[in-house]
């Protein structure tokens, strides 16, 4: 199984970094989306991946930054199809009404779509699921557990823990560390997580941007959760602020004063293969 950081970004909009999204090959032909950040789409395609490939999207939190690719995801699907195939998403209480109103709002392109090409006889079908901490669910061949985290106030904010074969991939979301998070990523081979640098953010002087240092992980806290929970690897991504050219040492030296196993930081695509340890 490969996990590919599509967007390491962040709300901020950065030539270099789409927006928070992060894609699991689990296999040739089965890929999985975790959060659809600005460019996604567009990403997945450097990836050598398509929506069509997708057996289903996970979506951690309503914040805009991790759903505002979703209409592309959903067009894309869509126009590439060749059957009416539905595209699956599981997120929070909130999801269904996201999409609803997503869904109305490319009305317009659907209609013309339809009218314009003889053999695309069908609208985009979206299943769309709401899930809560406790609750499992199977996507393609792969298990999901669905965990509690805390994005205080974003209610409700959700953690995935895949498994899949013998590997088992935790993907946080925004977090702070929880007990939750926790059950999440115990023994997981990889632990993906959000993190933001709280000494440099508070070195800004921009009171808006201090905000996020209370309900993001740092990235000392990210390594202190990945220790405390035995976890194979940890991956970061979600990167604020944005790590300058040739800085990712500076990263990895904060993680690595708390967790002592690998550590995983980088551009763009960004690509973990998962070995059996
Ligand atoms: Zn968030
Ligand atoms: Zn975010």
């Not at 953690?159 to 590997?167: K, S, V």
Request: proline residues 6%; negative net charge.
């Amino acid at each position: 199984m490969e996990i590919v950081l599509l967007g390491t970004g962040s709300p901020l909009p950065d030539p270099h970094r789409a927006g928070p999204s992060t894609l699991l090959k689990v296999d040739q032909s089965e890929h999985v989306l975790v959060d659809a950040g600005r460019g996604c789409v567009m990403r997945m395609a450097a990836a050598g991946s398509v929506p069509s490939l997708l057996a289903g999207v996970l979506v951690t939190h309503l914040h805009s930054d991790h759903v505002t690719g979703l209409d592309d995801v959903i067009t894309t699907h869509w126009i590439m199809s060749s059957d009416p195939t539905p595209l699956r998403i599981w997120g929070p209480v909130g999801i269904a009404d996201f999409i609803h109103h997503t869904m109305a709002a490319l009305e317009s392109d659907i209609s013309y779509r339809i009218a314009h090409h003889a053999d695309l006889t069908w609208r985009p079908t979206v299943e769309v699921a709401e899930v809560a901490a406790g609750d499992r669910f199977q996507v393609g061949e792969s298990s999901v557990a669905v965990h509690q985290t805390e994005h205080a106030p974003v209610e409700p904010s959700i953690g995935f823990r895949l498994e899949h074969g013998h590997y088992v991939v935790a993907l946080a979301g925004d977090t702070v560390p929880c007990a939750g998070l926790d059950d999440l990523c115990a023994d997981a081979d990889a632990y993906v997580q959000s993190v933001i640098r709280d000494d440099l953010v508070r070195a800004v002087p921009n009171r808006r941007l201090h905000d996020i240092v209370d309900y993001h992980s740092s990235v000392a806290q990210a390594g202190q959760t990945a220790a405390r929970n035995r976890v194979g690897r940890l991956v970061l991504t979600h990167m604020v602020p944005a790590p300058a050219p040739g800085g990712y040492d500076e990263w990895i030296a904060v993680a690595a004063a708390n967790f002592d196993g690998e550590i995983v930081i980088g551009d763009d695509l960004t690509t973990v293969d998962l070995v059996e340890r």
